[in-house]
């Protein structure tokens, strides 16, 4: 995990590392996480603290201020941008129905019935899991 953000890269996994950063930092902006005007690590700064190149955190960076979730100010830093309402609700409900269809759909390839996919969810809602 970076001391810098609460970011966890998962080295075994198939998305690439520049993917897994941009995902985490735009969770981190919708949630509330980093509030606009937030200042942001240096490139340099975050990728020694998640051991990974330069070249692969500033795609990650490029990436989250073409799709309008950071700017960059030259000498400045880089600062989380204000994020539409709308927009922040959007992203929200698109990643969470994102998720669960992709549960959904492993729960479908083992064989679990609507019903008893629904029951698991309502089982893990309750635990708090």
Request: glycine share 6%.
């Amino acid at each position: 995990m970076s001391d810098l953000l609460p970011i966890e890269i998962d080295e075994n996994s198939r998305v690439p590392i520049y993917d897994q950063i941009e995902s985490q930092v735009k969770t981190l902006i919708i949630s509330g996480i980093l509030p606009a005007g937030n200042p942001l690590p240096s490139i340099r700064k975050l990728a020694t603290s998640l051991s990974c190149s330069v070249i692969t955190t500033r795609r990650a960076y490029q990436n989250l201020e073409h799709q309008g979730y950071i700017n960059t100010l030259q000498g400045k830093g880089t600062y989380v941008a204000e994020i539409n309402m709308n927009k922040q609700h959007e992203q929200k409900e698109k990643a969470v129905i994102d998720a669960l269809s992709r549960a959904a759909n492993l729960g479908k390839s083992y064989q679990y019935s609507d019903e008893e996919l629904v029951q698991l969810f309502s089982t893990i809602l309750k635990e708090g899991k």
